[in-house]
T-cell receptor
Framework: DGGITQSPKYLFRKEGQNVTLSCEQN?????MYWYRQDPGQGLRLIYY???????QKGDIAEGYSVSREKKESFPLTVTSAQKNPTAFYLC????????????FGQGTRLTVV | GQSLEQPSEVTAVEGAIVQINCTYQ??????LSWYQQHDGGAPTFLSY????GLEETGRFSSFLSRSDSYGYLLLQELQMKDSASYFCAVRDNNDMRFGAGTRLTVKP
C-alpha cells in the first residue's frame, strides 16, 4: 500500500541532544514538508522540499535541519539549538507544484526530558 | 508574508449545518485546501479549490472567492464524528501553509 510513514511515534530526548525524525513515502511524490504542531495550535511550516537535493526554510526553521538525498526520504533533525522542541511533528508529501492534496504521516510526538 | 485567519471554535448540534470561514493573505496563490484532524491524529484532506465557486463532496462543500481572498467549508447534516479540528491551507508556488484551525464540537 502506498503511503507516508513517520517513525518513531513517540520520542524522548534529553536536553542538549540532537534527534532525527524519519519520514518515508512511497507515493512517488516530489514535494515533502515538515510541520510542527503545538497543543491546540495549527501547523507551522519548518522546512519543505520540491526536488531531491534541494530544500527551503519555512517559517520556523531555526534549530532544525533536513536533508533530501532520496526522493522517498526527508528526515528532520531537531538540534540542541531548538529551545523548545517538545511538540507533535508532522511530515507530509504531495505531487509538487501540480499537487492539490497533501498526504500526512501519523506524526512523531517528541518530548524533551 | 502569509497569513490565514479562521475562527478558533464553532459549536453546532447534530443534523445542523455549519460554515467555517477562512481569509488569507499570500504572496502567491495556487489554491485553498481544507483538512480535518481528529485529536491525536494526522490531518486528512477534505477538498481543494483553485477557481472561484463551490465544490461539493458529499456532506462537505467548499467555496472560494479569489478576488476576496476568502473561502469557507460547509458541513451539512452534522454527525458526532464530525467533531474535530478543521484547517484551511494555502498552496502557493512551492509551499503549503495552514491556518490555526477551527475546533468544531457537535452536540447531540
Amino acid at each position: 500500500d502506498g503511503g507516508i510513514t513517520q517513525s518513531p511515534k513517540y520520542l524522548f530526548r534529553k536536553e542538549g541532544q540532537n534527534v532525527t525524525l524519519s519520514c518515508e513515502q512511497n507515493l512517488n511524490h516530489d514535494a515533502m514538508y515538515w510541520y510542527r504542531q503545538d497543543p491546540g495550535q495549527g501547523l507551522r511550516l519548518i522546512y519543505y522540499s520540491q526536488i531531491v537535493n534541494d530544500f527551503q526554510k519555512g517559517d520556523i526553521a531555526e534549530g532544525y535541519s533536513v536533508s533530501r538525498e532520496k526522493k522517498e526520504s526527508f528526515p528532520l533533525t531537531v538540534t540542541s539549538a531548538q529551545k523548545n522542541p517538545t511538540a507533535f511533528y508532522l511530515c507530509a508529501s504531495s505531487m509538487g507544484q501540480g499537487g492539490t492534496e497533501a498526504f500526512f504521516g501519523q506524526g512523531t510526538r517528541l518530548t524533551v526530558v | 508574508g502569509q497569513s490565514l485567519e479562521q475562527p478558533s471554535e464553532v459549536t453546532a448540534v447534530e443534523g445542523a449545518i455549519v460554515q467555517i470561514n477562512c481569509t488569507y493573505q499570500t504572496s502567491g496563490f495556487y489554491g485553498l485546501s481544507w483538512y480535518q484532524q481528529h485529536d491525536g491524529g494526522a490531518p486528512t484532506f477534505l477538498s481543494y479549490n483553485a477557481l472561484d465557486g463551490l465544490e461539493e463532496t458529499g456532506r462537505f462543500s467548499s467555496f472560494l472567492s479569489r478576488s476576496d481572498s476568502y473561502g469557507y467549508l460547509l458541513l451539512q447534516e452534522l454527525q458526532m464524528k464530525d467533531s474535530a479540528s478543521y484547517f484551511c491551507a494555502v498552496r502557493d508556488n512551492n509551499d503549503m501553509r495552514f491556518g490555526a484551525g477551527t475546533r468544531l464540537t457537535v452536540k447531540p
